[in-house]
C-alpha cells in the first residue's frame, strides 16, 4: 500500500486530494495543527479511529513553522508522495501576517524539502514532493499566462510562494529530488473557505435567498480569474507525481470571469438579481491588485493529459446549491430558537 503525506489535510485541497489517493487505495497521513478547537470538518467523512483495522487516514499533529517536528514525522511515516499544500493562503490576510506567511508559505516548502533530502537520502526512500505553487506568482504579468511567463507577484503571499517555487527548482537540480511544482489558478468548490470571494458570494446568495441576510459586501469587481473546480484540480497534482520524469505544470481552464461575473451568475441562479443587494466596501481592496489571471495549460494537457471536468457554469451552479441547501438549514435552526456562528462572515 503506497503511503501519502498531506499538509494542509485540513483545507479545501486537502480533502479533495484525500479522497482521490483513499480511492485510489493510499495510506493517507495528514499534518493537523493544534488548536483549541478541533477544525477537521472537511475530512470528518474520510476518518475513522485509528484502533479500527481499516482505518487508512491518520492525523499527526504538526506545523510548517517547525523543522524538527516535520522531520520527525518523515521519519516515522516514510511516505512515497508528500504533498504541501499547507499555507496561510489568504492574499489580503498576507498583508497584514507579511512574515508569517513568508515563514509558513514560504519557508515552510524548504523546511520539508530539506527534511526530505535528509530521511530520504538516509533512509534510501527517494520520497516524491509536490508543491502547491500558486497563479499568484505572475500577478502583474499580462494574460495568458503559462510556464514561460516571467514571475510578478503583488503580495506577501505571492513573494513567498515564488520562494517556493524556487526552492522545490532548485531541490530538483541540485539534488536529484522528484519535485513538482503544480502552478495551479483559482480551483474553488462548495468547500471553499467562506472569506474567499467565490464562497462569500455562494452564502451570500444562499444566506439573502432565506431572509437571513440583507446585502453582500465586496470589494473589487472587476478583477478577472480563472476558475476551475477542486475536485478536478487534486487529480492533476497525483498526476503530476506518477510520470517518469519531475518537472513543472500550469493547471488552468484557460477561461477567465470577472468578479461581477461571478456574482451576477451566481444571483441568477437564485432568481435575483445581483445589483440589488452587492455593494462596495474599500476594507477589501488589496494594497496592490491582481487584475487579470488566464491560464495557458496547453502544455499540460500534452505532457499530462490533464484536462478539467467541470465548466463554469457547473462550478457555479454547485456552490449555490450547496450554499442555498446550508442557508436553508440555517433557518430551520434559527427558527427552532438557536443561534448560529457566523464564524467570522464578512470578515474579509
Ligand atoms: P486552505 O486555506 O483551504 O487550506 C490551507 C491549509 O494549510 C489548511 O489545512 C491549514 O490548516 C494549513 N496550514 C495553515 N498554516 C499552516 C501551518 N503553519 N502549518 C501547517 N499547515 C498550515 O487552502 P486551499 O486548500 O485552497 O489551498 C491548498 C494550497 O494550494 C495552499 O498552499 C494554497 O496557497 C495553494 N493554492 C490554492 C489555490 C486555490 O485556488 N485554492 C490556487 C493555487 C495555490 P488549518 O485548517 O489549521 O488552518
Ligand atoms: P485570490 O482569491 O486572491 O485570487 O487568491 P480571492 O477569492 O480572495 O480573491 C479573488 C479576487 O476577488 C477580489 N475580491 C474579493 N476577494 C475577497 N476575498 N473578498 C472580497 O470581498 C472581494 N471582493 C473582490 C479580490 O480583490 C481578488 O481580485 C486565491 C487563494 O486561494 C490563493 O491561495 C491562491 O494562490 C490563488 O487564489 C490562486
Redesign the pocket.
Known sequence: MKKALI????????SYLSELLLDKGYEVHG???R?STF?TERIDHLYNDPHDPDARLFLHY????DASGIRALLEKVQPEEVY???????VKVSYDQAEYTAD??GL?ALRLLEAIRDVGGRTGNPMRFYQ?????MFGAAPPPQGLNTPFHPRSP?AVA?VYAYWQTVNHREAYDLYACNGI?????SPR??ET?VTRKITRAVGRIKMGLQRKLYLGNLEAKRDWGH?RDYVEAMWMMLQQDAPRDYCIATGEAYSVREFADRAFALAGLRAEDYVEIDPRYFRPAEVDYLLGDATETREKLGWTPKTSFEELVREMVDHDLELARQERTLREAGHSVALKGMGAF
Do not use: C, M, P
Not at 495551479?184 to 474553488?188: A, G, I, K, P, Y
Open positions: 499538509t494542509g489535510i485540513t483545507g479545501q485541497d486537502g499534518v493537523i495543527r488548536a477544525n504538526g506545523d510548517l513553522a504541501n499544500l499547507g499555507a496561510q493562503s489568504h509558513v508559505t515552510g502547491a505553487s500558486s497563479s499568484e503571499y510562494k495551479l489558478f483559482n480551483h474553488e471553499r473557505g474567499f477542486a
